[in-house]
């Protein structure tokens, strides 16, 4: 099975690349899977900040978290269904995954999992400081996955 | 028994950056050492004493600690506590006893307030209320998130503030299906709600700990303060400027782009009417709060402002409307240490003469009088506060500035409100302030959403200060020139 992946960024609803993944999971006859990666560490930093600067109790920092990660959830999952409503109205079968943890470790341990055969990549606009600093999943997948990488950039 | 697929993943980032990466609180750790070092086996520089050196050391690498926030900042006052001693630049008996300062039980007491409000839920419905009551149009619900948490923010730490208000905002911009980084009005929502708290913060002694910590340095250097309200006189025309600066710079750069906000409404008020009638405990701590703030406003200098907020404290224990559990969940008990800490390190630079020397070797030397010396003050406590802590700002400059005073003759209580203020004023970077963080965290912002209006309410912002040092105050008796 040469399975097709789309990864997208979180809060982001790339109309194009979605359909391009469609597009080609339907031209080859085989599944798709759309595969949102949450970053919390966002999240953490705020709870850490209220806890460290703001001198807040851990009653409050848990409470911000919460709600920080329940939107970013909420959020995501709301877009899967919209791609896996999208993809069963072309005739495409789908798997949608909400996961958490490092774009780039999540991103290979899919490929493995579901017989990835080409994997197509939303990259985030992100400044050349950022760039340099981080080296993003999507600098770091084509070199550690094993399957076809594409990459399109964030509309 | 099945293998367990191992994932590997290689950093292919340069070798240089992950150990730089890796390797960062170590080094940090090492730098502060070595300029503590630095300045410790210097030659004497002209007019500072041995003491005063060994003082300045110490201030040195608790400022680069808290710069850097090498380590959590209530560690690096412990640092400083350790330290003050064991070069001899106090004895311990003193040092420990600064914890003792007013000013830091004064803060605890107001935090323990602002916990009892919260976890009693009366804050949410005073929010609840007022945003189901006025916030009927776009602009309105705008208008009324900005002001409310301005408010709040005038009694009770800006950072709860934000943190009690942001599941609100959240909640009217899903109810609305706006869209993440997309929609103006988002946009605007989480931006008052972080302008709000910043502004409000600065109004009273009860929105941040920056401005009970400047008074705390500044009383145990000179013996003078100021009264709540007097703090309140210098500082309400200044937060009245900016409230209106900051709403106008908000529509201006992100124009409401909805007709209605009736879904918002709706949930608001399902949420309203679901908090049922105000209980025993809002009752009790709604009415132990207002007797509160009349007794600082009214009794401040007469029975001082910590003894006034441990009573209440004590008052609420005694009608069992709160629990020790209720209280320890809700503060950290690291304010205690931060700012116990910030005021020996204070007192160890003024009376060692280093705050003096460092005060000439700075601003003395760029300044020529006394409004030269508060335009430059509160600029550079504007521009500190936008990449640190508050309260370290303060820690920072509030020595200096007393040392400048002295040098300009000019009387050193000006120094408090010319640090503090500047300094509870961070807009234009995640993070400035917790508010902020918590506001960019929402996903809807983007920095650039922030930088460049931040940037322009930051410029008024010294602007309207500084007119309000030179033209307002000496109305109040507090004269910069």
Redesign the interface.
């Known amino acids: 099975m040469q399975n097709v992946l789309i990864v997208i960024p979180p809060g982001k609803e790339p109309e194009q690349a979605i359909q391009a993944a469609i597009d080609l999971a339907q031209h080859r006859g085989v599944r798709l899977v759309a595969l949102i990666v949450l970053d919390l560490r966002l999240a953490t930093r705020v709870a850490n900040r209220l806890t460290e600067v703001g001198f807040m109790g851990e009653e409050i920092g848990d409470h911000v978290t919460e709600v920080i990660e329940q939107e970013y959830r909420s959020d995501s999952e709301a877009l899967l269904q919209r791609i896996s409503e999208r993809a069963k109205r072309e005739g495409v079968s789908v798997t949608v995954l909400l996961e958490e943890g490092d774009r780039g470790e999540v991103c290979t341990r899919i490929i493995r999992a579901h017989e990835i055969g080409t994997a197509l990549l939303v990259t985030e606009k992100h400044s050349w400081l950022t760039r340099f600093l981080s080296r993003s999943a999507a600098v770091r997948l084509p070199a550690l996955a094993e399957c076809e990488v594409r990459l399109m950039e964030e509309e | 028994m099945p293998k367990r697929?191992v994932?590997v993943?290689?950093?292919?980032?340069p070798l240089w950056?992950i150990l730089l990466s890796r390797g960062r609180g170590t080094l940090l750790v090492a730098v502060g050492g070595l300029l503590y070092w630095l300045t410790v086996s210097l030659p004497l520089p002209q007019g500072l004493t041995p003491q005063g050196q060994k003082a300045l050391a110490v201030f040195v690498l608790c400022i680069f600690f808290w710069v850097f926030?090498v380590l959590?900042?209530?560690i690096t006052s412990l640092l400083a506590i350790i330290l003050l001693p064991l070069t001899g630049v106090m004895q311990s008996s003193q040092a420990y006893a600064l914890f003792g300062n007013e000013a830091v039980f004064f803060i605890l007491g107001a935090?323990i307030l602002a916990?009892c409000l919260?976890k009693s839920g009366l804050s949410t419905r005073i929010a609840l209320s007022l945003l189901h009551r006025f916030g009927r149009t776009p602009r309105r619900l705008l208008l009324t998130i900005y002001l409310l948490n301005a408010v709040m923010a005038f009694f009770m730490?800006e950072?709860?503030v934000a943190?009690?208000n942001?599941?609100i905002v959240?909640e009217i911009v899903?109810v609305l299906a706006l869209q993440?980084?997309r929609s103006n009005y988002a946009r605007a929502l989480f931006l008052a709600m972080a302008w709000g708290t910043s502004i409000g913060g600065i109004a009273t002694l009860l929105g941040g700990?920056r401005a009970p910590l400047a008074l705390g340095i500044l009383r145990e250097a000179t013996g003078t303060s100021y009264t709540f309200l007097e703090w309140t006189l210098l500082a309400l025309p200044l937060v009245l400027i900016l409230l209106v600066t900051g709403y106008q710079i908000i529509l201006w750069f992100f124009p409401i782009e909805i007709e209605t906000v009736r879904a918002a409404d709706t949930a608001l008020s399902e949420r309203w009417l679901k908090l049922g009638r105000l209980s025993y405990e809002e009752w009790v701590i709604g009415l132990v709060m207002c007797a509160t703030l009349v007794a600082w406003l009214l009794g401040g200098e007469e029975f001082g402002l910590a003894n006034i907020a441990l009573a209440a404290v004590v008052i609420l224990f005694v009608l069992r409307v709160v629990s020790w559990r209720d209280v320890?969940?809700?503060?950290?008990w690291?304010?205690l240490l931060?700012y116990g800490g910030a005021i020996a390190l204070g007192a160890a630079m003024n009376k060692s003469g280093a705050a003096e020397w460092l005060s000439h070797a700075t601003i003395s030397n760029w300044a020529s009088n006394g409004v030269e010396v508060v335009l430059m003050t509160s600029l550079v406590s504007l521009l500190l506060t936008e990449a640190m802590?508050h309260?370290a700002v303060v820690a920072l400059l509030m020595p200096v500035a007393i040392g400048v005073a002295h040098e300009f003759g000019l009387d050193p209580r000006v120094m408090a409100p010319v640090v503090a203020l500047p300094a509870g004023l961070a807009f234009t970077l995640p993070?400035g302030?917790?508010a902020n963080?918590?506001a960019y965290?929402?996903?809807y912002l983007r920095i650039r959403d922030l930088l460049l209006p931040g940037a322009l309410l930051e410029l008024c912002a010294w602007l309207a200060f500084n007119a309000m040092a030179i033209w307002y105050w000496p109305l109040l008796g507090v004269h910069i020139r």
């Open positions: 697929e994932v993943v290689v950093d292919t980032r950056l926030s959590p900042l209530m935090f916990a919260m730490s950072h709860a943190a009690m942001f599941p959240v899903a993440r980084r700990a320890e969940r809700y503060v950290n690291g304010v931060m802590s309260s993070i302030t917790p963080a918590i965290s929402s996903g």
